[in-house]
């Protein structure tokens, strides 16, 4: 319990050796404006951290411009993200006021790779896993695609093409000629052994009829 009691006077005494010493440092309007060092832009809500003061947070606006009040001596830090830590002391100054130009480098961190999954557990991976189906590969698809079943439901709904279309109608030519013909051989009488027996029937009868008038 001693021992407790010692440690509590001891940082009640530095609390307030600290707080006298705050007092008696006279306190400044620290304002400022916050650059980027490399290409003069202004860098826009930084935070502000008073790190000899109770760290009290402050936060610049949108044009990068910030103002407090600290004391002489305090150390101020800045930081943004993308940007390394900057620090600055406020020195003695003869007024009641202070204005400084701040200016932070800029800074890229290369995060880890990181790959997202669907998967919530082990289990719900393992079960996609199982019931996974793998695609069929180029030779699969190509017989697919090359079956008759394939083949007669393209011809149906693929039109023709113009060559395709010149030769049916040239196949289709070819045919009415070769009928053609073949009507007109057919058609000839002195080509058909029908027509010749018709015409040795009706001389024959023809023979009998004359014969039998002379009578």
């Known amino acids: 319990m001693k021992l407790i009691r010692n440690i509590l006077i001891l940082c009640f005494t530095i609390g307030l050796s600290m707080s006298a010493s705050a007092q008696?440092?006279?306190?400044?309007?620290?304002?400022?404006?916050?650059h980027n060092a490399d290409t003069n832009v202004i860098v826009p809500y930084v935070t502000v951290i008073n790190l000899?003061?109770?760290?009290?947070?402050?936060?610049?606006?949108?044009?990068?411009?910030?103002?407090f009040v600290a004391h002489e001596g305090d150390t101020i830090q800045f930081s943004s993200v993308g940007y390394r830590s900057a620090q600055l002391v406020i020195p003695r100054v003869p007024e009641d006021k202070y204005t400084a130009m701040v200016n932070m480098t800029a800074e890229i961190k290369?995060?880890?790779?990181?790959?997202?999954?669907?998967?919530?557990?082990i289990d719900e991976f393992n079960m996609a896993f199982m019931s996974l189906e793998i695609a069929d590969d180029d030779i699969v698809v190509a017989k697919k695609n090359l079956s008759p079943e394939s083949l007669a439901a393209l011809a149906a709904v693929t039109p023709r093409s113009a060559e395709e279309i010149q030769n049916f109608n040239s196949m289709q030519n070819h045919i009415g000629l070769s009928n053609k013909a073949v009507n007109q051989r057919m058609a000839n009488p002195l080509l058909s052994p029908f027509a010749w027996g018709n015409l040795i029937r009706q001389i024959t009868e023809g023979n009998k009829s004359r014969s039998k008038s002379r009578y």
Not at 52 to 67: E, I, K
Not at 113 to 118: A, D, F, G, K, S
């Open 110 to 121: 290369e995060l880890p790779m990181v790959t997202p999954y669907p998967w919530a557990s």
């Open 52 to 67: 000899s003061y109770n760290h009290q947070t402050f936060t610049a606006n949108h044009q990068g411009y910030f103002s």
């Open 24 to 34: 008696q440092r006279k306190l400044v309007q620290f304002s400022g404006v916050i």
